[in-house]
């Protein structure tokens, strides 16, 4: 009753029910049994999954848990095409209207934080793109490392830059780019952009484990995606042409792999290093969610499709008496 009860009030009150949190924490497995039970569809909030080709790597639901639950915003490009925020809000927007007027529940998970506060909140305009500012700061990239950009960026807006991976280029020269052009960091900007209402009224659970937990469930997902398949996607995805050095061939795994298969590492370093690069990216998207005070944490061990039912119909009954 209760699991019909809330699907009835999440249509109704157009609120948008969201499962977030750090890698390998367990998001999928939960997101899929709670769908189920109140007749939902999945999309995704992972910048990773956008990319065709590359499935065991970005640990993407398999064929048979998207027969169970649709998903939506997966597959969306090729890994030499780019993808933005803003793509993935406009995707997400068709799929959530597209879902609603069917007369089923849409559940946002992933946890790339950037996807769900661009749905949300909207997209952090800024000022203009300056394209002599951003050659110019490629150019430093190329000659002296991405670390160089992001050690500036942790000099003038530290919290930008402790959320924002060094080798993501496109956001670290986004970042100096604002801070330059207005002399404010971006992360002081985008909280002010973010202190007015919500696009969606949504409810936002973040999954939590402890930390030495959470490393070793990610250590086991590694050894898991070795024995799937892993090396043999990238080892097809470079004789297809793809180039290593592609932002989506950046990513961890793909390119410690990469790297081996060019001869530059062996296999056990390579994947002694797709650990560590996880277990800091989790870190990283620890920090983000923890910035944001909306997020209802909770313990992903003791996180059934119930629970969560239970917190959401709360959550819905407090914020009806807060609005008398």
């Not at 250590?219 to 024995?227: A, F, G, I, P, S």
């Amino acid at each position: 009753m209760s699991a019909g009860e809330l699907r009835r009030r999440l249509l109704d009150e157009g609120v948008l029910l969201c499962i977030l949190g750090p890698t390998a924490v367990g998001k999928t497995e939960l997101a899929i049994e709670l769908a189920r039970r109140i007749d939902g569809e999945i999309i995704s909030a992972d910048s990773r999954q956008v990319y065709k080709l590359m499935d065991i790597g970005t640990a993407k639901p398999t064929p048979q848990q998207r027969k169970l639950v649709p998903h939506h915003v997966i597959d969306c490009v090729y890994p030499d095409q780019t993808f933005s925020a803003a793509e993935f809000v406009r995707l997400a927007e068709e799929a959530i209207s597209d879902i609603r007027r069917r007369g089923k529940v849409p559940l946002l998970v992933g946890g790339t934080g950037l996807y769900f506060r661009a749905l949300v909140d909207g997209l952090f305009e800024g000022p203009s793109a300056d394209e002599e500012l951003r050659r110019r700061l490629r150019e430093e990239a190329r000659l002296f490392g991405p670390e160089h950009l992001h050690t500036k960026l942790r000099q003038v807006d530290p919290d930008a830059a402790a959320k924002i991976h060094p080798n993501d280029l496109v956001r670290v020269i986004r970042a100096l780019e604002v801070y330059e052009k207005t002399g404010k960091p971006i992360s002081k900007l985008q909280k002010q952009w973010r202190s007015g209402s919500p696009k969606h009224p949504f409810i936002a659970f973040c999954l939590s484990r402890g930390r030495e937990e959470l490393y070793r469930r990610i250590e086991e997902r590694v050894d898991r995606m070795m024995e799937m398949g892993f090396l043999e996607e990238v080892k097809r995805l470079l004789d297809m042409g793809y180039s290593r050095d592609l932002p989506s061939m950046q990513t961890f795994g793909y390119k410690e792999l990469a790297a081996y298969l060019c001869g530059e590492i062996g296999l056990e370093e390579a994947i002694r290093e797709i650990k560590k690069r996880t277990r800091r990216f989790a870190r990283k998207q620890i920090i983000w969610f923890r910035g944001d005070d909306r997020l209802i944490w909770v313990e992903a061990r003791s996180a059934t499709p119930e629970r969560l039912i239970e917190l959401a119909l709360t959550h819905l009954d407090r914020s009806r008496a807060s609005h008398r």
